[in-house]
């Protein structure tokens, strides 16, 4: 059996799934995009229906599980049924018995999952504030007043530093708003 679940948006669902297939799972389980705390209905159907000696196959403990606890959680009630794991992209957390690993290499690979868990969870929260209309981040200083502003006082042959001190921004964040906003948007072809 294998399962895999749609991390992020753009994630090659289709390409795990085939590549689980090459490894042999005879049904593969696909849990749609969402958050990493969503149900995942297709996952509890493919633990239910693995049996003593099944290897469940993954694309990678991430499509797996929510946290690195859940990850150990989850392989350990898999071993308590006699099941085995395998993931096509950290080997070293697979409990096969050709897939034993260093116990380094699995402190290893289970800090490598840490941190792409944390990746997966700040991108899913960028996503749903962007979808909420917010723009996370540092915000602007140079709004489009101030850029207007700056550039009829660069036509007036003030300085970088002077604009920067009339408008209450550093002489940098002028200098960049207003390169960016004269950057051509097609490249012009270079005098020889």
Request: glycine share 6%; with cysteine.
């Amino acid at each position: 059996m294998g399962y895999v679940r749609e991390v992020l948006s753009g994630d090659g669902v289709a390409e795990d799934a085939a590549a689980l297939r090459r490894a042999g799972a005879s049904q593969v389980f696909t849990d749609r995009r969402g958050t990493t705390s969503s149900p995942r209905p297709d996952l509890e159907r493919c633990l239910n229906s693995l049996k003593r000696g099944d290897t469940l196959l993954i694309p990678s403990a991430v499509s797996l599980s929510s946290s690195v606890e859940h990850f150990v959680a989850t392989v350990a009630r898999l071993r308590a049924r006699g099941i085995d794991i395998y993931s096509l992209a950290e080997p070293a957390l697979s409990t096969t018995p050709d897939a034993a690993a260093a116990p380094g290499d699995v402190l290893d690979a289970l800090d490598v999952l840490r941190r792409r868990l944390v990746s997966v969870r700040t991108r899913e929260g960028l996503d749903a504030a962007i979808a909420a209309g917010r723009h996370p981040g540092r915000p602007r200083v140079m709004t489009p007043e101030r850029i207007e502003i700056a550039r009829e006082l660069r036509t007036q042959k003030r300085s970088y530093a002077q604009i920067g001190r009339a408008l209450g921004v550093s002489e940098s964040a002028v200098r960049r708003a207003l390169k960016t906003v004269a950057a051509p948007s097609v490249a012009q072809p270079q005098a020889k």
